[in-house]
T-cell receptor, first 121, second 114 residues
Framework: GAVVSQHPSWVICKSGTSVKIECRSLDFQATTMFWYRQFPKQSLMLMATSNEGSKATYEQGVEKDKFLINHASLTLSTLTVTSAHPEDSSFYIC?????????????????FGPGTRLTVL | AQSVTQLGSHVSVSEGALVLLRCNYSSSVPPYLFWYVQYPNQGLQLLLKYTSAATLVKGINGFEAEFKKSETSFHLTKPSAHMSDAAEYFCAVRKNFGNEKLTFGTGTRLTIIP
């Protein structure tokens, strides 16, 4: 099956620093990837849709200057949390859409990475 | 707009008993529906999906779900629970066309009683 990896799996950083999280589709190409945030014991909140070769689309209320997304290739998207603060501590999960053999079709499925736990001190 | 409601944030069943996790959806257009499972400190794994083919969908690990349009439901079932089924389960919906995003329910935590 389709596999998505994330790196790092966990990171601890000081307040004010920036952290980059990588999301890779290992055995398929993904024009579209998604970034989610999950608070403890809560559901996933979509932050942004990452499109290869173009700007990301951010959900309402998500600061695009704080959460920088780069989708430079068909297998890699990165999320950079800039000037991180303790309130940014969370579990960040990416997903990649596996496209149908004939290109993007409406039945395409999202496959999720294992997540990255960010703790900002 | 699409939304899903998962009834019961916590469900406990005995090992070997039937598992039933409820999901009701709301959608302005015919939906695609998904069930995902999340183990502690991990990402989500796709259990099964409904994409307008057969209304009874079989997934991995013995789970299945039935799409019932008249009831706007997509409940997840498994005939006999295993200890390894203990996890968080999420129902999700999206439109059946276009480059559409998933909308998740709030999740149901399944506990298996030995």
């Amino acid at each position: 099956g389709a596999v998505v990896s994330q790196h790092p799996s966990w990171v601890i950083c000081k307040s004010g620093t920036s952290v980059k999280i990588e999301c890779r589709s290992l055995d398929f190409q993904a024009t579209t990837m998604f970034w989610y945030r999950q608070f403890p014991k809560q559901s996933l909140m979509l932050m942004a849709t990452s499109n290869e070769g173009s700007k990301a689309t951010y959900e309402q209320g998500v600061e695009k200057d704080k959460f920088l997304i780069n989708h430079a290739s068909l297998t890699l998207s990165t999320l950079t949390v800039t000037s991180a603060h303790p309130e940014d501590s969370s579990f960040y999960i990416c997903s990649a859409r596996e496209e149908g053999l004939a290109g993007l079709t409406s039945t395409d499925t999202q496959y999720f990475g294992p997540g990255t736990r960010l703790t900002v001190l | 707009a699409q939304s899903v409601t998962q009834l019961g944030s916590h469900v406990s069943v005995s090992e070997g008993a039937l598992v039933l996790l409820r999901c009701n959806y709301s959608s302005s257009v015919p939906p695609y529906l998904f069930w995902y499972v999340q183990y502690p400190n991990q990402g989500l794994q796709l259990l099964l999906k409904y994409t307008s083919a057969a209304t009874l969908v079989k997934g991995i690990n013995g789970f299945e779900a039935e799409f019932k349009k008249s009831e706007t439901s997509f409940h997840l079932t498994k005939p006999s629970a295993h200890m390894s089924d203990a996890a968080e389960y999420f129902c999700a919906v999206r439109k059946n066309f276009g480059n559409e995003k998933l909308t998740f329910g709030t999740g149901t935590r399944l506990t298996i009683i030995p």
